[in-house]
Protein backbone atom coordinates (compact mmCIF):
# COMPACT_ATOMS: atom_id res chain seq x y z
CA UNK A 1 0.00 0.00 0.00
CA UNK A 2 1.47 3.45 -0.92
CA UNK A 3 1.47 6.23 1.75
CA UNK A 4 0.72 9.29 0.59
CA UNK A 5 2.33 12.53 3.00
CA UNK A 6 -0.50 14.84 0.81
CA UNK A 7 -1.66 18.27 2.64
CA UNK A 8 -5.63 18.72 1.41
CA UNK A 9 -6.44 22.30 0.70
CA UNK A 10 -7.17 25.08 3.06
CA UNK A 11 -11.07 24.37 3.76
CA UNK A 12 -11.43 26.19 7.15
CA UNK A 13 -10.65 29.08 8.82
CA UNK A 14 -11.09 30.53 12.22
CA UNK A 15 -10.89 34.11 12.75
CA UNK A 16 -10.65 36.11 15.93
CA UNK A 17 -11.60 39.68 15.04
CA UNK A 18 -10.85 40.38 11.83
CA UNK A 19 -7.72 38.22 11.67
CA UNK A 20 -7.30 34.61 10.67
CA UNK A 21 -6.13 32.79 13.78
CA UNK A 22 -6.00 28.90 12.54
CA UNK A 23 -6.35 27.54 9.36
CA UNK A 24 -6.77 23.91 8.82
CA UNK A 25 -6.36 21.90 5.52
CA UNK A 26 -8.29 18.75 5.53
CA UNK A 27 -9.36 16.18 2.77
CA UNK A 28 -13.01 15.02 1.82
CA UNK A 29 -13.86 12.04 -0.30
CA UNK A 30 -16.81 10.48 -2.12
CA UNK A 31 -17.50 7.73 -3.26
CA UNK A 32 -20.66 6.35 -5.05
CA UNK A 33 -21.61 2.71 -6.42
CA UNK A 34 -18.16 1.86 -5.18
CA UNK A 35 -16.40 4.73 -7.54
CA UNK A 36 -14.40 7.89 -6.83
CA UNK A 37 -16.89 10.57 -7.56
CA UNK A 38 -15.56 13.46 -5.77
CA UNK A 39 -12.11 14.86 -3.75
CA UNK A 40 -11.10 17.38 -2.43
CA UNK A 41 -7.21 16.12 -1.37
CA UNK A 42 -5.84 13.21 -1.86
CA UNK A 43 -8.14 9.96 -2.26
CA UNK A 44 -4.99 7.99 -1.68
CA UNK A 45 -3.94 9.10 1.43
CA UNK A 46 -3.42 6.34 3.71
CA UNK A 47 -4.62 7.00 7.04
CA UNK A 48 -5.99 4.59 10.28
CA UNK A 49 -9.21 3.62 10.82
CA UNK A 50 -9.51 4.62 14.64
CA UNK A 51 -12.54 4.30 15.41
CA UNK A 52 -14.75 4.62 12.29
CA UNK A 53 -13.09 0.68 12.28
CA UNK A 54 -16.26 -0.06 15.10
CA UNK A 55 -19.20 -1.10 13.03
CA UNK A 56 -17.08 -3.42 11.08
CA UNK A 57 -15.52 -4.79 14.38
CA UNK A 58 -19.17 -5.35 15.64
CA UNK A 59 -20.32 -7.11 12.22
CA UNK A 60 -18.00 -9.74 13.66
CA UNK A 61 -19.61 -10.20 16.99
CA UNK A 62 -22.55 -9.72 16.03
CA UNK A 63 -22.29 -12.77 13.11
CA UNK A 64 -20.39 -15.11 15.94
CA UNK A 65 -22.17 -14.11 19.59
CA UNK A 66 -25.94 -15.23 18.32
CA UNK A 67 -28.54 -13.21 20.47
CA UNK A 68 -26.02 -12.30 23.10
CA UNK A 69 -26.53 -8.90 22.28
CA UNK A 70 -30.04 -6.40 21.41
CA UNK A 71 -29.93 -4.25 18.79
CA UNK A 72 -29.35 -1.64 21.09
CA UNK A 73 -26.67 -3.07 22.85
CA UNK A 74 -25.18 -4.27 19.33
CA UNK A 75 -25.18 -0.12 18.83
CA UNK A 76 -23.17 0.49 21.59
CA UNK A 77 -20.14 -2.00 20.41
CA UNK A 78 -20.07 0.09 17.34
CA UNK A 79 -20.08 3.24 19.65
CA UNK A 80 -17.66 6.16 20.75
CA UNK A 81 -20.07 7.10 23.49
CA UNK A 82 -19.98 9.81 25.85
CA UNK A 83 -19.86 7.41 28.66
CA UNK A 84 -23.21 9.10 30.04
CA UNK A 85 -25.64 7.11 32.99
CA UNK A 86 -27.03 5.96 30.01
CA UNK A 87 -24.29 4.31 28.27
CA UNK A 88 -22.18 2.58 31.44
CA UNK A 89 -25.90 1.39 33.12
CA UNK A 90 -26.31 -0.65 29.15
CA UNK A 91 -22.47 -2.00 29.81
CA UNK A 92 -23.06 -2.63 33.42
CA UNK A 93 -26.26 -5.13 32.57
CA UNK A 94 -24.38 -6.93 29.65
CA UNK A 95 -21.68 -7.82 32.08
CA UNK A 96 -24.23 -8.97 34.53
CA UNK A 97 -25.64 -11.04 31.98
CA UNK A 98 -23.01 -12.76 30.35
CA UNK A 99 -21.38 -13.46 33.99
CA UNK A 100 -18.37 -11.26 32.73
CA UNK A 101 -16.26 -9.06 35.05
CA UNK A 102 -14.97 -5.09 33.84
CA UNK A 103 -11.93 -5.64 35.63
CA UNK A 104 -10.90 -7.60 32.53
CA UNK A 105 -11.56 -4.73 30.68
CA UNK A 106 -8.13 -3.27 29.26
CA UNK A 107 -7.37 0.02 28.13
CA UNK A 108 -5.93 3.22 29.78
CA UNK A 109 -7.63 6.32 30.61
CA UNK A 110 -9.09 9.78 28.47
CA UNK A 111 -10.55 13.05 28.90
CA UNK A 112 -14.30 13.22 28.92
CA UNK A 113 -15.60 13.85 25.33
CA UNK A 114 -18.57 15.92 26.30
CA UNK A 115 -17.52 16.94 30.39
CA UNK A 116 -21.13 18.61 30.84
CA UNK A 117 -23.44 15.46 30.33
CA UNK A 118 -24.67 13.16 33.33
CA UNK A 119 -21.78 10.64 34.74
CA UNK A 120 -22.54 7.48 37.10
CA UNK A 121 -20.42 8.02 39.12
CA UNK A 122 -19.82 12.03 39.09
CA UNK A 123 -16.46 12.13 37.36
CA UNK A 124 -13.59 13.21 39.84
CA UNK A 125 -10.98 15.24 38.02
CA UNK A 126 -10.64 15.54 34.05
CA UNK A 127 -10.35 12.02 33.01
CA UNK A 128 -12.77 8.96 32.51
CA UNK A 129 -11.88 4.98 32.85
CA UNK A 130 -13.85 2.19 33.05
CA UNK A 131 -17.00 1.78 31.35
CA UNK A 132 -16.80 5.60 30.81
CA UNK A 133 -14.45 5.17 28.00
CA UNK A 134 -15.50 5.41 25.01
CA UNK A 135 -13.84 2.46 23.78
CA UNK A 136 -15.76 0.13 26.24
CA UNK A 137 -18.59 -1.12 24.49
CA UNK A 138 -16.39 -2.44 21.47
CA UNK A 139 -14.14 -4.05 24.42
CA UNK A 140 -17.39 -5.85 25.94
CA UNK A 141 -18.67 -7.09 22.56
CA UNK A 142 -14.74 -8.58 22.27
CA UNK A 143 -14.84 -10.35 25.66
CA UNK A 144 -18.38 -11.41 24.45
CA UNK A 145 -16.78 -12.51 21.13
CA UNK A 146 -13.88 -14.36 23.35
CA UNK A 147 -16.56 -16.45 25.03
CA UNK A 148 -18.52 -17.57 22.46
CA UNK A 149 -15.23 -19.04 20.88
CA UNK A 150 -14.34 -20.65 23.68
CA UNK A 151 -11.21 -18.40 24.68
CA UNK A 152 -10.82 -17.12 27.85
CA UNK A 153 -12.91 -13.60 28.34
CA UNK A 154 -10.42 -12.02 29.97
CA UNK A 155 -7.76 -12.51 27.59
CA UNK A 156 -10.18 -11.28 24.60
CA UNK A 157 -7.23 -8.32 24.21
CA UNK A 158 -4.55 -10.72 23.19
CA UNK A 159 -3.73 -10.58 19.72
CA UNK A 160 -2.94 -13.90 19.06
CA UNK A 161 -6.63 -15.06 20.41
CA UNK A 162 -9.22 -16.61 18.16
CA UNK A 163 -11.47 -13.40 19.14
CA UNK A 164 -8.57 -10.93 17.28
CA UNK A 165 -8.13 -13.34 15.10
CA UNK A 166 -11.69 -13.53 13.83
CA UNK A 167 -11.54 -9.36 13.72
CA UNK A 168 -8.61 -9.37 11.61
CA UNK A 169 -10.20 -12.04 9.03
CA UNK A 170 -13.08 -9.93 8.65
CA UNK A 171 -11.34 -6.67 8.10
CA UNK A 172 -9.33 -8.34 5.49
CA UNK A 173 -12.39 -10.04 3.33
CA UNK A 174 -14.21 -6.71 3.61
CA UNK A 175 -10.61 -4.45 2.62
CA UNK A 176 -10.28 -7.48 -0.50
CA UNK A 177 -14.06 -7.27 -1.54
CA UNK A 178 -13.33 -3.57 -2.16
CA UNK A 179 -9.78 -4.45 -4.06
CA UNK A 180 -8.07 -2.66 -1.41
CA UNK A 181 -4.69 -3.86 0.89
CA UNK A 182 -5.24 -3.12 4.30
CA UNK A 183 -2.94 -2.16 7.18
CA UNK A 184 -3.09 -3.30 11.05
CA UNK A 185 -1.83 -1.40 13.57
CA UNK A 186 -2.50 -0.49 17.43
CA UNK A 187 -5.76 1.77 18.23
CA UNK A 188 -5.52 4.41 21.07
CA UNK A 189 -7.50 1.54 23.40
CA UNK A 190 -4.54 -0.83 22.52
CA UNK A 191 -6.59 -3.48 20.35
CA UNK A 192 -6.16 -3.44 16.57
CA UNK A 193 -7.39 -1.09 13.79
CA UNK A 194 -6.78 -0.69 10.53
CA UNK A 195 -5.54 1.14 7.70
CA UNK A 196 -6.65 2.34 4.63
CA UNK A 197 -6.27 4.70 1.56
CA UNK A 198 -9.47 7.47 2.43
CA UNK A 199 -10.94 5.83 -1.17
CA UNK A 200 -11.15 2.76 -0.14
CA UNK A 201 -12.01 3.75 3.53
CA UNK A 202 -15.03 5.43 1.61
CA UNK A 203 -15.77 2.03 -0.41
CA UNK A 204 -15.89 -0.07 2.31
CA UNK A 205 -18.70 2.74 4.12
CA UNK A 206 -20.86 2.58 1.24
CA UNK A 207 -21.02 -1.36 2.26
CA UNK A 208 -23.16 -0.35 4.74
CA UNK A 209 -26.26 0.89 2.83
CA UNK A 210 -27.54 0.09 -0.17
CA UNK A 211 -29.85 -3.02 -1.33
CA UNK A 212 -26.44 -5.32 -1.52
CA UNK A 213 -25.44 -4.76 2.00
CA UNK A 214 -23.93 -7.59 3.81
CA UNK A 215 -26.30 -8.80 6.19
CA UNK A 216 -24.37 -8.73 9.05
CA UNK A 217 -23.33 -4.97 8.35
CA UNK A 218 -27.34 -4.45 7.53
CA UNK A 219 -27.58 -5.56 11.21
CA UNK A 220 -24.98 -2.90 12.34
CA UNK A 221 -26.57 0.07 10.03
CA UNK A 222 -29.71 -0.24 11.74
CA UNK A 223 -28.77 -0.63 15.18
CA UNK A 224 -27.03 2.44 14.51
CA UNK A 225 -29.87 4.26 12.88
CA UNK A 226 -32.47 3.45 15.28
CA UNK A 227 -30.35 4.05 18.24
CA UNK A 228 -28.20 6.97 17.51
CA UNK A 229 -27.94 8.27 21.07
CA UNK A 230 -25.67 4.83 21.79
CA UNK A 231 -23.51 5.53 19.32
CA UNK A 232 -22.51 8.66 20.72
CA UNK A 233 -25.01 10.83 23.23
CA UNK A 234 -25.68 14.07 24.57
CA UNK A 235 -24.34 17.21 22.53
CA UNK A 236 -22.60 15.00 19.71
CA UNK A 237 -22.83 15.06 16.00
CA UNK A 238 -22.67 12.26 15.41
CA UNK A 239 -26.02 11.26 17.23
CA UNK A 240 -27.22 14.52 15.45
CA UNK A 241 -26.57 13.01 12.10
CA UNK A 242 -27.57 9.46 12.45
CA UNK A 243 -30.99 10.94 13.31
CA UNK A 244 -31.90 12.44 9.42
CA UNK A 245 -31.31 8.79 8.84
CA UNK A 246 -27.35 8.67 7.38
CA UNK A 247 -25.03 6.45 9.06
CA UNK A 248 -22.06 8.67 10.75
CA UNK A 249 -19.21 7.74 12.52
CA UNK A 250 -16.19 9.86 13.86
CA UNK A 251 -12.80 8.27 14.47
CA UNK A 252 -9.95 10.34 16.37
CA UNK A 253 -7.63 11.97 15.62
CA UNK A 254 -10.17 14.22 12.67
CA UNK A 255 -11.55 11.92 11.04
CA UNK A 256 -15.38 11.70 10.08
CA UNK A 257 -17.19 8.80 8.01
CA UNK A 258 -20.66 9.42 6.56
CA UNK A 259 -22.47 6.72 4.51
CA UNK A 260 -26.45 7.36 2.79
CA UNK A 261 -27.91 5.92 -0.49
CA UNK A 262 -28.35 8.88 -3.13
CA UNK A 263 -30.67 8.38 -6.08
CA UNK A 264 -30.92 4.66 -5.13
CA UNK A 265 -26.78 4.46 -5.28
CA UNK A 266 -24.57 3.66 -1.80
CA UNK A 267 -22.34 6.21 -1.06
CA UNK A 268 -19.94 6.98 1.26
CA UNK A 269 -17.81 10.23 1.92
CA UNK A 270 -15.09 10.58 4.46
CA UNK A 271 -13.52 13.44 5.86
CA UNK A 272 -9.91 13.71 7.29
CA UNK A 273 -8.21 17.11 8.23
CA UNK A 274 -4.64 16.91 8.39
CA UNK A 275 -3.99 18.32 11.88
CA UNK A 276 -5.93 15.63 13.56
CA UNK A 277 -8.55 18.21 15.04
CA UNK A 278 -11.67 16.22 15.83
CA UNK A 279 -13.78 19.63 16.41
CA UNK A 280 -12.74 20.67 12.67
CA UNK A 281 -14.03 16.92 11.37
CA UNK A 282 -17.17 17.59 12.97
CA UNK A 283 -18.16 20.50 11.30
CA UNK A 284 -16.92 19.73 8.63
CA UNK A 285 -19.24 16.55 8.83
CA UNK A 286 -21.77 18.41 9.68
CA UNK A 287 -21.82 21.21 6.97
CA UNK A 288 -22.05 18.47 4.51
CA UNK A 289 -25.00 16.73 5.90
CA UNK A 290 -26.73 19.96 6.24
CA UNK A 291 -25.70 20.38 2.02
CA UNK A 292 -27.19 16.48 1.69
CA UNK A 293 -30.67 16.93 3.88
CA UNK A 294 -31.45 20.80 2.74
CA UNK A 295 -31.41 22.43 5.98
CA UNK A 296 -29.24 23.22 8.70
CA UNK A 297 -29.05 22.02 12.15
CA UNK A 298 -30.48 23.39 15.08
CA UNK A 299 -28.46 25.00 17.90
CA UNK A 300 -30.08 22.28 20.17
CA UNK A 301 -29.34 19.46 18.22
CA UNK A 302 -25.25 19.43 19.26
CA UNK A 303 -22.86 21.23 21.03
CA UNK A 304 -21.87 23.39 17.97
CA UNK A 305 -18.37 24.48 17.71
CA UNK A 306 -18.23 27.51 15.12
CA UNK A 307 -18.47 30.76 17.06
CA UNK A 308 -14.95 31.86 19.34
CA UNK A 309 -15.81 33.16 22.67
CA UNK A 310 -13.81 34.48 25.25
CA UNK A 311 -13.87 33.81 28.93
CA UNK A 312 -16.98 35.82 29.66
CA UNK A 313 -18.93 34.00 27.16
CA UNK A 314 -18.67 37.09 24.28
CA UNK A 315 -18.46 35.76 20.85
CA UNK A 316 -14.78 37.21 19.63
CA UNK A 317 -14.72 35.14 16.19
CA UNK A 318 -15.93 32.18 14.18
CA UNK A 319 -15.20 29.24 12.17
CA UNK A 320 -15.60 29.59 8.31
CA UNK A 321 -16.15 26.50 5.83
CA UNK A 322 -14.84 26.33 2.45
CA UNK A 323 -18.77 26.12 1.04
CA UNK A 324 -17.60 26.33 -2.16
CA UNK A 325 -15.30 22.85 -2.28
CA UNK A 326 -18.27 21.40 -0.34
CA UNK A 327 -21.11 21.90 -2.63
CA UNK A 328 -18.76 20.99 -5.51
CA UNK A 329 -18.57 17.65 -3.29
CA UNK A 330 -22.23 17.03 -2.73
CA UNK A 331 -23.16 18.37 -6.44
CA UNK A 332 -21.05 15.45 -7.55
CA UNK A 333 -23.34 12.41 -5.77
CA UNK A 334 -25.96 11.12 -7.69
CA UNK A 335 -29.43 12.80 -7.93
Given at each position: MARSESVGPLLVEVTRGPVAENRYTAHVVAVCDQKLVASAGDPGLVNPMRSTAKPFIASVIAEHTGDALSQEEL???????????????????????????????????????????EFEPPLQGPLVAGLQNNCSGKHVGLMILAKAMGQDPASYADPTGPALALVRTRMESLAGSVHSPVLE???????????????????????????????????????????????????????????????????????????????????????????????????????????????????????????????????????????GVLEQIVSALPG
Open positions: ALVSSSHNGEKYHTRLLQAILGRQGLDKAWLCFGSHAAIEPSVMTDGCGVPTFGLTLENMARLYSLLVGSATPPWLRLVQESMLRYPYAIAGEGRIATAILRTGIVAKDGFDGLFALAFERAGSPCAVIVKVDSGSDLVAREIAARIVEMLVGKSFEPTDYNRSRVVRNQLGTQVGEMTLDD
